[in-house]
Structures are given as C-alpha cells and as structure tokens.
C-alpha cells in the first residue's frame, strides 16, 4: 500500500474533528490527496452496526458485544472505505481507531487490553495506522466543550460516569507508553491554532522520513 494512514484519537471534545479539517486543508493545498474519515464513515453495514452499539436505550448491552461490534465496524470500515484510499497512494486521516477500543472497551471497561487487542488484530488484519496523534485532554475539560455545541446528539457513551471517562484516559496514557513508536502524544487543552500547528509537524516529519 503507497499511502499513509494516520489515526487521531483522545476523549470526546478533544478537538479530533477540528484538528483533523484543518489537517486535511493543509496537507491539500501542499498538494497531497487526502481524505478524511471515521467509523463508520458512511459505510452502510458499519453505520448499522454502530447504530445498535451506540443507541441509549441498549443499557443491556454486555460489554464484549460493544467491544466485538466496535471490531466489525472497523472491520467493514477499513475494508471498504480506508484500504481503497491507501492503495490509491492517498493519505488516510481517522477519526477514532484501534486504540479507542483498548482505552474504552479494554481499559476503562475492564475487559483487558491484550484481550481487545486480539480481537481487534484479527479484524484489521494487519492494517495500522503509521502513526497516531493522541490528544491528550482532561475529559471534564472535553465534556464542557460539546455542552457548549448543543448541536451534538448524546450517545450512549457520552452517558457513562465521569470516573469511566477518567480511566478512559489513564487507558490512553498506558498507550501511549506501550506503542511509544507509534503513538505520539499532544497537549489537546491549547487554542486549535497552536495544536494543529504541532499536529501538522508531526505529521510532516512522518512523510517526509
Ligand atoms: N483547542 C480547542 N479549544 C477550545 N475549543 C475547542 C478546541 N478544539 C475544539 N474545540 C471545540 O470543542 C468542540 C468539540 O470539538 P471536536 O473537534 O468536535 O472534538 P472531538 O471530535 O474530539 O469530539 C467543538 O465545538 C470545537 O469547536
Ligand atoms: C471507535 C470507538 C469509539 N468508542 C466510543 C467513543 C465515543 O464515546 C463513542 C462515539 O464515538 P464517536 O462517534 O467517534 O464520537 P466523538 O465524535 O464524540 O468522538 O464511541 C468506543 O468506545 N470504542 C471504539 O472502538
């Protein structure tokens, strides 16, 4: 595959999705082909599937089925919308990826990291991301952000307690120090200018290696 994937991750209102629009602005007008996406993306079979993870009336829904369906979007995801992409030699920017699945499923669930990695490597088959821009963010700080932008529906993770959305990021945090090569970590509570500005650095310096 001649393309480059980059993955973005970090706790709801850390600023993936402004982040990654300025990002793909950038890397267009140097004159990259980009896209940017996120699970589901779009992809009919996906969008199904995280309709029933994500829907608030599901309370029942037992922790390895979230995690197991989370890896089938995935799956669906990258099969039809990010392999394509990269084969074409463009740059693939993801919003969410694998290692959302081991912060919330495998760590702030308790269902284990190694355990949600397994299931995880068996649906993306070998398809990671280069690189991954974590923003790191205090989620009360994240929470505050998208209370502020009352467009945004709530979902049934947006419901969990503030302690789950804590361990999310002490699972983040583990992370970060496990794939050190892979996972680079930025300070997300600055002005969008100033983290886009190192986003977009460290971006640079990996096509460019
Ligand atoms: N660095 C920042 N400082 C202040 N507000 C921000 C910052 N980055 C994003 N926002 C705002 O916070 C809200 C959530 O941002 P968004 O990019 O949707 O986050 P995410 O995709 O990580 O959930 C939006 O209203 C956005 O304008
Ligand atoms: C991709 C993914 C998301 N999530 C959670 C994170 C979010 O709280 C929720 C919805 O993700 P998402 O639609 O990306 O929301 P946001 O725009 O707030 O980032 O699903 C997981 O728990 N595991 C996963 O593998």
């Known amino acids: 595959m001649a393309g480059y994937f980059f993955s973005f991750e970090g706790p709801d209102g850390a ?16 004159g990259f082909e980009v896209i ?24 029942s829904m037992d922790a ?51 355990e949600v990695l397994a299931i995880n490597e068996f649906a993306i088959n070998g398809c990671m991301p280069s690189l991954t821009v974590y923003f790191d963010l205090d989620p009360k700080i994240g929470l505050e952000r998208i209370n502020k932008n009352k467009l945004r529906e709530i979902n049934r993770l947006d419901m969990e307690s503030f302690s789950f959305h804590y361990k999310v990021r002490e699972g983040y945090l583990q992370l970060v120090k496990r794939f050190k090569d892979r996972i680079i970590q930025v300070d997300a509570n600055r002005t969008i200018d100033e983290v886009f500005e190192e986003t977009a650095k460290i971006i640079m310096q990996r096509i460019q290696s």
């Open 64 to 114: 390895r089925t979230e995690a197991l369906l989370y890896a089938a979007a995935r799956r669906q995801h990258l099969v039809e919308r990010v392999v394509p992409a990269l084969n074409e030699g463009k740059i693939v920017l993801c919003d969410r990826f694998i290692d959302s699945s081991l912060a919330y499923q495998g760590f702030a669930r308790g269902l284990g990291i190694d």
């Open 36 to 59: 940017s996406t996120r699970e589901p993306g779009g992809i009919e079979i996906a969008e199904k599937i995280r309709a029933v993870i994500l829907n608030p009336e599901h309370k």
């Open 15 to 30: 600023g993936k999705t402004t982040i990654i629009q300025l990002v793909e602005k950038f890397l267009t007008e140097q």
